[in-house]
């Protein structure tokens, strides 16, 4: 049995080989010889039979799979990854008990459904913020931290399993900002006092 990863990319390769199939089908279409377009329109059908019989397959797998709900107060979502689902419910749970509701908070790293699902408006102009690798300029680092003085932001959210790189953005929080909640992959700040 092979590891889950060499699944995922077969899955991926047998539709790239039906296109470069297609390709091929479309040059030899109305070839000169009649083999060749015969060939064309052979390899045309098995190529989309392919195709349609990956995302038959695609479609019967995620209909079979057991979607897991994490919900907050906006609503509820699924994911089909029970240690995901397990780990974003604790922090949703954890921003309900301790942050108070609707206040404004941060957020830090590729979390952008978080302050959608708890209701906790997001004062800075990114949804996406990463410091490492450098996906944010400094420049974009400055203004994140301008929007969080200028709104005073009490809380913040942020993923654990990201190690914050040097800059004004992780200067300022980890000088101004200590963890209320932390698990292995978020973690919940808070403004000191």
């Known amino acids: ?11 991926w390769a047998a539709p790239a080989c039906a296109l470069w199939m297609g390709v ?6 109305d070839a000169p010889r009649a083999g060749l377009r015969r060939a ?4 045309a ?18 209909g079979l799979a057991k979607s897991i709900p994490v919900s907050g107060p906006a609503g509820t979502l699924t994911t089909y990854d029970p240690r995901e689902a397990a780990s974003l419910q604790a922090f949703l749970d954890a ?11 941060f ?19 990114y949804a996406i913020f990463i410091t490492r690798p450098p996906y944010n300029t400094p420049e974009q680092e400055e203004r994140w931290v301008r929007a969080v003085k200028d709104h005073q932001v009490e809380w913040g ?3 654990s399993i990201v190690p914050l790189a040097p800059g004004p953005a992780s200067e300022y929080l980890l000088s101004h900002y200590s963890p209320a909640w932390r698990s292995a992959a ?3 700040w808070r403004r000191r006092p």
């Open 1 to 11: 049995r092979r590891p889950a990863g060499e699944r995922q990319i077969r899955r």
């Open 24 to 29: 091929a089908a479309d040059r030899l279409w």
């Open 40 to 43: 064309a329109r052979v390899a």
């Open 45 to 62: 059908v098995n190529a989309l039979c392919l195709l349609c019989a990956f995302g038959l397959i695609g479609f019967f797998q995620q």
């Open 95 to 105: 921003i309900g008990e301790k942050v108070p509701e609707g206040a404004p908070a």
């Open 107 to 125: 957020t830090m790293g590729y979390i952008p459904l978080v302050s959608f699902m708890t209701a906790h408006p997001n004062p800075t102009p």
């Open 157 to 159: 959210f942020s993923r």
């Open 186 to 188: 978020f973690t919940l």
